[in-house]
């Protein structure tokens, strides 16, 4: 789709906005929101002030993210869907 700015009766091509270039440390911070959200950073200091284990679905799960958030970063480019769940693993 190109766009058409008109100045006084006359108009030129705008090009569309360039994609957006995404790097490692968005895929770092879609981990970081993961974990977050699955309640890993609470359950890792719970574990580590009780000095029992971390539940074995959470432990999995934080191995699942860190390959995932490894992978996709390590890809050039980074895909525009990295955020997608498609390529993240559901606790």
Same mark, same amino acid.
């Given at each position: 789709m190109n766009l058409v700015l008109i100045k006084g009766g006359q108009f030129e091509a705008v090009s569309e906005m360039p994609p957006a270039v995404f790097g490692p440390q968005h895929v770092s911070q879609e981990a *970081?929101?993961?974990?977050?959200?699955?309640g890993y950073a609470q359950a890792h200091m719970r574990s580590l002030a009780t000095g029992e284990a971390l539940p074995?679905?959470?432990?999995?799960f934080?191995?699942?993210v860190d390959f995932v958030?490894? *992978?996709l970063s390590a890809l050039d480019p980074v895909p525009a869907d990295f955020a997608s769940d498609r390529y993240w693993p559901t606790l």
């Open positions: *970081t929101r993961r974990l977050r959200q699955a074995k679905p959470l432990h999995y934080k191995m699942q958030a490894r *992978t």
